[in-house]
C-alpha cells in the first residue's frame, strides 16, 4: 500500500480491469454451499473470492471459555496458501489475527447473542483466491452465512472496499490497485440503519477525500446489500420448488 510506483492504474477513466472509478468487479453470490456447515456461502468480487461457513449457536468448550450471562461469536479469516501466485505460506500470521478481530467486531452488533449464555457461534471465512479486498468479501460472505445459518440477526452487514488509485477515488479496489494505490479503506455498514461496523485505512487522504469515500462506500453497499439478498432469495426460492 502507497508504495510509489510507475504502474498505471487508470489510463482515460479506465481502471486496469475496464471499471469506471465508482464501480464494482463483478459480484457472485451464493448461498449454503458446503453441506456440513450449519450456514455458508461464496462470495466473488472479480478474482477475489471467499468461502464463508457458520457453525452453531453451539455450546462453547472447554467450560471456562463461556461467558454466563451472553453468547459469543468466534470468527478465523483465512487465506488459503493457493490463493495467490506465490504460494502464502500456511497458517495464521499476524495479518490474518487482526483481520479475524476486525471481522468479529464487524458482525457482532447485529447478533443477539445475549439471547444465547453460554453457546459460541463460530464463523470461518477462507480466502480461496486472493486479488485485493478479501477481508471485506469475507465480510460478506460470513454476513450471509450467519443468516442462511438461521442465526438470529437484526440485519445483514455489508461490505466494501474504497480508496485511491492514480489520484482518483474508486471502489472495490483490485490487487493491483491495493498495492500500488496511495491509500485504501476497508469499511463495513449495516446499510439499513446507517451504523458503520468497519472501518480501516492505510494511506493517505484530505479529509475531503474520506468525506467522498465514505459516500462512495455507502452507495456500493446498497447495491451489494441488494444482492446478498438476492442470493439468499435465490437459495430458498430453489429449495421451496
Ligand atoms: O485483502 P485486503 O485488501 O482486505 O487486505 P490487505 O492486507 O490490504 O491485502 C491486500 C491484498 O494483498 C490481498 O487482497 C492480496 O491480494 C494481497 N496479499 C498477498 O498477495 N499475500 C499476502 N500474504 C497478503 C495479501
Do not use: W
Request: proline letters at 3%; charged letters at 25%.
Amino acid at each position: 500500500m502507497g508504495h510509489k510506483s510507475d504502474i498505471k492504474l487508470i489510463v482515460d477513466g479506465k481502471r486496469t480491469d475496464g471499471r469506471t472509478v465508482d464501480q464494482c468487479r463483478e459480484v457472485t453470490m451464493e448461498v449454503n454451499v458446503i453441506p456440513a456447515a450449519d450456514g455458508s456461502a461464496k462470495v466473488g468480487f472479480g478474482s477475489t473470492v471467499a468461502l464463508a461457513s457458520v457453525y452453531g449457536p453451539r455450546e462453547l468448550f472447554p467450560r471456562f471459555m463461556q461467558e454466563s450471562d451472553t453468547g459469543i461469536l468466534r470468527t478465523r479469516y483465512n487465506m488459503a496458501p493457493f490463493s495467490v501466485d506465490d504460494r502464502k505460506k500456511p497458517g495464521q500470521d499476524r495479518r490474518s489475527q487482526e483481520i479475524s478481530k476486525v471481522m468479529k467486531h464487524a458482525l457482532e452488533p447485529v447478533l443477539f447473542l445475549q439471547e444465547f449464555p453460554k453457546v459460541t457461534v463460530d464463523a470461518f471465512a477462507e480466502v480461496i483466491q486472493a486479488d485485493g479486498s478479501t477481508r471485506v468479501t469475507g465480510i460478506n460472505a460470513v454476513s450471509l452465512a450467519l443468516v442462511a445459518a438461521g442465526i438470529p440477526m437484526s440485519h445483514m452487514v455489508t461490505a466494501v472496499s474504497v480508496g485511491k488509485a492514480d489520484g482518483e477515488l474508486v471502489t472495490d479496489l483490485n490487487g493491483k490497485e491495493d498495492n500500488f494505490g496511495e491509500a485504501d479503506m476497508g469499511f463495513a455498514m449495516v446499510h439499513d440503519t446507517g451504523e458503520v461496523t468497519l472501518l480501516q485505512m492505510d494511506g493517505e487522504l484530505t479529509l475531503d477525500e474520506i468525506k467522498k469515500l465514505l459516500d462512495m462506500a455507502q452507495t456500493a453497499c446498497g447495491q451489494i446489500l441488494e444482492k446478498q439478498k438476492k442470493a439468499l432469495r435465490d437459495f430458498y426460492v430453489k429449495r421451496g420448488e
